[in-house]
């Protein structure tokens, strides 16, 4: 069916994700468009001589119409034989599309010789990702983007991993042990004094206690028979029927927070013993399920069969008396009934019978059967059953939605407490089903817990737990060495002191591993482990230090590398989990290297203007159309956002979907935002990223290697303030950034790059040497036949001597009186003095040539 555009009909209209992307006029076979098989892959002007035919021009006509429309950028004309393919919509370039080039093939013959052009042209892939613009840029001599040099200073596979001291293989046994994740399940102690309680982990404490003494409550009025007084059972068949509802809760929670540690916790230590005698735990794992949503009912049958017995009857299978009791009905049914006479001849012959037949029911029919187990627990042993479906959330909807409908059945037909951790995301999937919301009686809410509060928590335990194999007669027997653990007490004890250091005492850490986990609470005790077990955090050196009662001071910037380049000495692209290169998520596409930082702005501009609700997320299409105005083409940016939203940077608002091409709606995670600010100002992670991420520029990949090579603080600096101005000048190639209040957040990310770039050039006023700083001072004072001269430091303190030997850029041709230099501070006999000292003015050269 032809589409209507304007005036006219369109022949043949191409889309991608319902967008318009290629318009196809179509002449009759009869009709030439005057174009030879000598003009095969070759371009021609529009509006030139090789047009001239009628039915040509015609065409050319009618589809630059149509993609004016319809918002088409490509078009194409053909009889079937010939072929003309061109520009149809320009894009808002200011030039006549008549002006432009069109390729052309002037025969079947034509297209076969030279079917690469063709394919390149017109194929799926070269449209979807505009592949087909390089070859009218070209042809139109126009220069290209993209550039032969595309390098980074350091491939992925030239990483080493850093040799480190046996000690980190002592350390990685406490981190497994206690560090690992929250559950917790070879240690209940740990378990119940390392959970961190909330206002909202009480109050589900409190709640779900009330609602367990409730049901027992109600299981207890089963038990009341009055001795058979028909009042008395009237009471009771009233009680019975004025229970409004058994209970279904929902546990929800962020992904890590816990839900399953608050089950474990509530039952062993929250739940008084005096309830808690009166409950039966019926605990099925959905995470060990076949991950089939057509067979998860059979196999649930099979596992809650299985764990329900082990709950009524421990580990011996059920005597022939305990069936008789769950099957009494039937038993009796058939004593009076079909094998009476059997019974009264033979009653071993019927208990075999009846035996069968229960079998055979456990067998064919073990939703009865276990239903049948369920009431044994609520009539015959007066408790509650409590059924906890845990982890179903790591599933779909639909998988979800069948164990929900599963355990509810058993809600419907017997007193019981059924209890569903799930994700925040899963409740969030589940308002939107309406018959799912029917299911459940209340819902609770635990909130992730900070990751400091975490740690802490971890850390006085162990500290206890130090305590206590310290004061035991027996030492080298205590807890540490039943888990494995070799460390000394005093190792122990400088261990929990320097992760107080690093994670506690230092605010900052905590916050970047909470958001760089996304606040999953199990990532961030992953992320932790992998932070102590890195050499560039140093944990050897703090041991030594605080095992000699040394003062230590935790460099945040070795925490960060930690993070990022883990255990090998560059940025491992690819591996690390946590931490990505923002300035390189995809090279499929040649665009601006701050495209990345660019669509995270919009997006924390977007949060921050709507803290709470629907509201902060932002159409897919809408950030497009805004990257659009910025001149980034529609596949580009849809390529970024797909990188973004596999690696944690932005979420989905439905999280059941993970591709960006089946998303609606994102927002910026919080490790997004983590990412936008270390890749707007951190110094460490600019450093590690100018490392991995390719460059276009040869020049600039040759004085940053230069620069990298050297190692000391100014030329840190001086290669992050160089590699911040390519950011800059490789952006403005590519960006346009609208003069509107809405693009004001863009213009102002270039500014916060262009001040770290200007900070970078100033000496860092510092009390002590560091990654990045060290004390400087201008020499006031030389003597060239001595070969010294005479520092004063910024900050007026005392002068420093200063040998030329100490000096890496000294020349003889410049005189070094009146110059700054950068400096390390040494001593000999007679007091303090400069060495490894570098003159700061050399290294203003470094990046006046992309000026």
């Given amino acids: 069916m032809e589409t209507p555009a304007g005036n006219g009909y369109i022949d043949y209209r191409f889309t991608i994700n319902e967008l318009n992307r290629l318009i196809v006029e179509a002449k009759r076979h009869s009709r030439d468009l005057g174009v030879s098989e000598d003009h095969a892959g070759r371009h021609y002007k529009l509006n030139g001589p090789v047009f001239n035919s009628k039915h040509a021009q015609e065409g050319i006509e009618q589809a630059i119409r149509y993609c004016g429309h319809k918002n088409s950028e490509l078009a194409c004309i053909t009889n079937g034989r010939q072929w003309i393919i061109f520009i149809g919509n320009r894009r808002g370039d200011g030039k006549d599309t008549l002006s432009g080039q069109a390729f052309v093939f002037g025969s079947l013959d034509g297209v076969r010789s030279n079917f690469k052009k063709f394919y390149n042209l017109l194929s799926f892939e070269s449209v979807s990702k505009y592949r087909y613009r390089a070859d009218f840029q070209e042809a139109e001599g126009q220069p290209l983007r993209s550039s032969s040099f595309n390098e980074p200073l350091r491939k992925p596979d030239s990483r080493i991993l850093i040799p480190a001291d046996r000690i980190y293989d002592d350390l990685d046994r406490v981190m497994i042990s206690f560090f690992r994740d929250l559950s917790g399940d070879d240690d209940p102690e740990m378990r119940k004094a390392c959970f961190v309680t909330s206002a909202e982990s009480n109050r589900a404490d409190a709640s779900i206690a009330r609602i367990s003494e409730q049901l027992r409550n109600k299981v207890r009025t089963l038990r009341t028979d009055d001795n058979g007084d028909i009042n008395g059972i009237t009471q009771a068949i009233k009680r019975v029927r004025d229970m409004q509802r058994h209970e279904f809760i929902l546990l929800v929670g962020t992904k890590g927070a816990g839900k399953s540690s608050f089950v474990d916790r509530f039952f062993e230590v929250v739940l008084p013993k005096t309830i808690a005698s009166d409950c039966v735990l019926v605990r099925i794992d959905l995470a060990e399920s076949a991950k089939d949503e057509h067979g998860i009912i059979k196999w649930l049958d099979e596992h809650f069969l299985e764990a329900t017995e082990k709950a009524v009857f421990g580990d011996e299978p059920p005597d022939y008396d305990e069936l008789k009791g769950m099957y009494f009905r039937e038993y009796e049914r058939m004593r009076k009934g079909p094998y009476k006479h059997l019974y009264n001849e033979n009653p071993s012959e019927f208990k075999i019978r009846f035996g069968e037949q229960i079998e055979q029911r456990r067998e064919q029919r073990p939703h009865e059967y276990i239903v049948h187990l369920l009431h044994r627990i609520v009539h015959s042993y007066i408790k509650i059953p409590c059924l906890i479906f845990d982890n179903a959330d790591h599933f779909s909807v639909d998988f979800q939605e069948k164990v929900f409908q599963y355990a509810h059945s058993f809600y419907k037909e017997v007193l019981c407490l059924v209890l569903f951790p799930i994700t925040d995301k899963t409740s969030w999937q589940i308002s939107r089903q309406g018959a799912l919301e029917s299911f459940f009686t209340e819902s609770f809410f635990l909130p992730s817990p900070a990751p400091d509060l975490v740690l802490r928590k971890r850390v006085e335990y162990i500290e206890r737990k130090i305590k206590e194999d310290n004061e035991k007669p027996e030492k080298g027997r205590g807890y540490f060495f039943g888990r494995g653990i070799e460390l000394t007490i005093e190792d122990l004890k400088a261990f929990t002191s320097s992760v107080q250091n690093v994670f506690i005492n230092t605010g900052d850490v905590a916050n970047w591993i909470g958001n760089l986990s996304n606040h999953d609470i199990r990532r961030c005790l992953n992320l932790t482990r992998d932070i102590v077990g890195s050499p560039h955090i140093h944990v050897d050196e703090m041991l030594k230090a605080i095992t000699a009662k040394s003062s230590i001071q935790v460099d945040p910037n070795n925490a960060k590398l930690a993070m990022i380049k883990g255990k090998y000495d560059i940025y491992p692209t690819g591996l690390n989990r946590f931490v990505q290169n923002i300035f390189a998520l995809t090279t499929e596409f040649g665009t601006s290297p701050l495209l990345g930082l660019r669509i995270l702005q919009v997006l924390e501009s977007t949060h921050f203007q709507h803290a709470e609700g629907e509201a902060r997320f932002m159409q897919v299409s809408h950030i497009i159309e805004y990257c659009k105005a910025m001149n980034f083409e529609h596949q ?135 990654r990045y700083g060290r004390p400087f001072g201008v020499i006031h004072e030389w003597y060239d036949e001595r070969g010294y001269g005479y520092i004063t430091p910024d900050g007026g303190s005392a002068d420093l001597f200063l040998r030329f030997r100490n000096i890496h850029n000294y020349s003889d041709s410049i005189s070094p009186i009146g110059r700054c230099v950068e400096f390390d501070i040494s001593r000999n006999e007679k007091g303090p003095i400069a060495i490894n000292a570098f003159f700061l003015d050399q290294t203003l050269k470094y990046y006046i040539h992309l000026s």
């Fill in 636 to 770: 580009t940016v849809l390529g970024w956002l797909n990188n973004m939203l596999k690696s944690g940077l932005i979420l989905s608002y439905d999280p059941e979907r993970l591709s960006i091409n089946e998303v609606f709606r994102i927002e910026i995670s919080p490790s997004g935002y983590q990412h936008l600010i270390w890749g707007r100002s951190d110094w460490a992670y600019l450093e590690s990223m100018l490392e991995v991420t390719p460059l276009r520029n040869r020049e600039t990949f040759n004085e940053l290697l230069s620069l990298m090579n050297v190692g000391f603080p100014f030329s840190l600096r001086s290669a992050i303030r160089l590699f911040l101005h390519y950011l800059i000048f490789e952006d403005a190639k590519y960006s346009i950034i609208p003069d509107h209040p809405q693009y004001d957040d863009q213009r102002r990310l270039v500014g916060v790059l262009e001040q770290q770039r200007d900070q970078l050039n100033q000496p860092m006023r510092v009390s002590h040497s560091h």
